[in-house]
């Protein structure tokens, strides 16, 4: 009795802690800590805290915070097999002399949706495209 009331009395104090208190989600290397913001067809995908990865010549690629990656979260079964996706992603990359992306529709979804994005244009921070928007402050 007394270890399930000790148990439940340190889960208590550790739903107050700050986030910052809490362990640190652990990345990838190569991937940082920004802020994004991700709209697609209207839906706000992602708003805030993220985490990135930019390659050379500019390419780029965003994680919503919950995103989990193998090797850290789960074994990494070099195959794409064993990927998952706790989170919203997108990619944007240079094709020739266009900028262009794609991300998942679901959370869930470790491939990116049906089509891509089409043309994206850069405003400062913001790749901006018909239906899209995909933010990169870091």
Known sequence: MIGRTMAAALAIVFSFLPAHAQSQHRLPSGYKWGRCLLVVHGQTRISGRCSYQIEKGGDFNIQGPRQVFAGIDYPDTNSGAGEMSKDYWAVVHKDGDLWEGYGNADIRDTHGEVGD??????????????????CLWH
Request: proline residues 0%; aromatic residues 12%; contains cysteine.
């Open 117 to 134: 994005w089409g043309e994206l244009r850069r405003e400062g921070a913001c790749y901006v495209g018909k239906d899209v928007r995909v």
